[in-house]
């Protein structure tokens, strides 16, 4: 890729990680914990939010993907509405992310981006039917070593058909039931989203467990 390209589609990744990973964090703040009657064959979705501010509070939700499917569209908050999730274009840095996913998915496995910058490293793979996004943003000061601190870390593992899925509604949408009603056809357990940064620590999984960690 050219390294024009990098230096917008570097920026342009960071937001898309972050915005792959801020639907389960809407769904954690806004929905009770379930309880444990559904049968165990279900597939459940894990999220567990961890602040790491002087409260320290720890937010764990259980899901029924099949339950999450009909939550969803009647939750309202922030960016999030009708199952959906609305970007602004200038997050994405002018980047067509439509075109970008669609050259990742017709392409052969491999590593496509790789930028590492002074703000932050971003790296963009796709492997086994999967896109992996791994986004390291960094603290403008140095530590004691001279070199920048880490501020937070995403990381996000999707299956390729969930990812088509997501950017299957309008141009400056993301569509989360859609994406949910992939998931439910994919089998086996997979870790989604892992974010790190100095207020929140979230993990998002799934598998056939009514419980999480």
Do not use: C
């Amino acid at each position: 890729m050219h390294a024009r390209s990098l230096r917008f589609t570097g920026p342009a990744l960071l937001s898309l990680a972050t915005l792959l990973a801020s639907p389960a964090v809407f769904f954690a703040q806004t929905s009770p914990t379930t309880s444990s009657a559904s049968s165990s064959s279900d597939r459940w979705l894990h999220v567990r939010v961890i602040s790491t501010e002087s409260k320290g509070e720890t937010v764990r939700v259980n899901v029924p993907l099949e339950m999450a499917e009909k939550v969803l569209p009647a939750i309202n908050k922030d960016r999030l509405h009708n199952g959906k999730v609305r970007f602004d274009d200038h997050e994405m840095n002018g980047v067509d992310v439509k075109a970008l996913l669609d050259a990742v998915r017709t392409s052969k496995d491999g590593e496509y981006v790789t930028v590492q910058g002074n703000d932050s490293d971003v790296r963009v793979a796709k492997q086994g039917g999967y896109m992996f996004v791994h986004v390291t943003e960094k603290h403008s000061y140095n530590d004691k070593n001279g070199k920048p601190s880490e501020k937070s870390r995403v990381e996000v593992k999707i299956p390729m058909k969930v990812v088509d899925a997501l950017f299957s509604a309008g141009k400056d949408e993301l569509d989360i039931v859609a994406a949910l009603r992939a998931l439910s056809a994919h089998g086996g357990d997979t870790e989604l989203v892992s974010v790190k940064s100095d207020e929140n620590t979230v993990r998002v999984w799934l598998d056939s467990k009514n419980v999480s960690d």
